[in-house]
């Protein structure tokens, strides 16, 4: 049996979430199970209809920034503040974001784009500035008119920088790799949920149960979840003409607090016997 070493700091994020998980369940019909719920809706990028297809922007933060109102991910620091003392060069970790892009795109009808400008990025990759837990995403809810699905502002991914991290996979599970983990923040960037602790790779323990990233893949549970969303891989997704710019997502994240939520990452490590 695993036992896990719980992070006090990280736990009371998880706690949070799991609330907000237990909450959607009771409610939630079978179909929706894993789908990420906000104030009463569940959100999604592109169309805000079930199974619909989404082209969704991403750039890593070259700046420090700060983002008033913002559960998880407030203050963020420039990418590189993560990777210079880990010694991960930009071109891996890069690659290693594009893969666990790739898991989801391979999954459902979605297609990421990396552009170089965060401000118009939809999905915005940075270090945590100040140490919180190991990994976050903060989700800017955008409601729709009428309907069960919100659309989705942007999201933020904030990685902490005081925790190690890596590109492979050395069994040390004070290491977290980049691959997983991004691969699991991504998801709830997407519109996805914890699925208990252990379930898929939207579970909330980081897990370490294969010899190399390239082994990473999703669970039936992850695939069943980001298809309700956006449909099948293979539908046709539709290219944006330009990536939203003068998206409101941060002015209005602060101006209304029901419009943030969160998720939250690995609450523990499971460490070996
Ligand atoms: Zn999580």
Request: hydrophobic share 45%; aromatic share 8%; net charge negative.
């Amino acid at each position: 049996m695993p036992r896990f070493r719980f992070k006090p700091a990280v736990l009371l994020a998880v706690l949070l979430v799991g609330l907000a998980a237990a909450q959607a369940a009771e409610i939630a019909p079978p179909g929706d199970r894993g789908l990420l719920k906000l104030a009463g809706h569940y959100v999604k990028w592109g169309p805000l209809a079930y199974g619909s297809p989404a082209e969704i922007t991403y750039a890593y933060l070259q700046e420090t920034r700060s983002f008033p109102g913002a559960r998880n991910c407030a203050a963020m620091a420039p990418i590189a503040t993560l990777l210079t003392p880990a010694g991960i060069t930009f071109q891996s970790f890069d690659r290693e974001i594009a893969a666990a892009f790739r898991l989801w795109s391979e999954a459902a009808s979605l297609r990421f784009v990396r552009i170089d400008d965060a401000d118009r990025a939809d999905i915005v990759i940075g270090a945590q500035a100040g140490s919180a837990g190991v990994a976050f995403t903060n989700v800017v809810q955008k409601p729709a008119a009428s309907g069960p699905i919100d659309g989705i502002g942007r999201s933020t991914i904030c990685l902490d920088p005081s925790e190690r991290w890596e590109i492979g996979i050395d069994g040390d599970p004070k290491t977290y790799n980049v691959r997983y983990v991004a691969t699991h923040e991504i998801g709830h960037a997407i519109g996805l949920d914890h699925q208990g602790r252990d379930h898929g790779i939207m579970g909330f323990a980081y897990q370490e149960k294969v010899a190399s990233p390239g082994a990473i893949r999703l669970a039936q549970s992850d695939i069943d979840a980001v298809v309700r969303l956006y449909g099948p891989a293979g539908d046709a997704v539709p290219v944006q003409a330009a990536a939203q710019p003068g998206e409101p997502c941060p002015a209005a994240a602060a101006a209304n607090a029901t419009a943030l939520a969160a998720a939250c990452e690995p609450a523990q490590k499971a460490l070996p016997e």
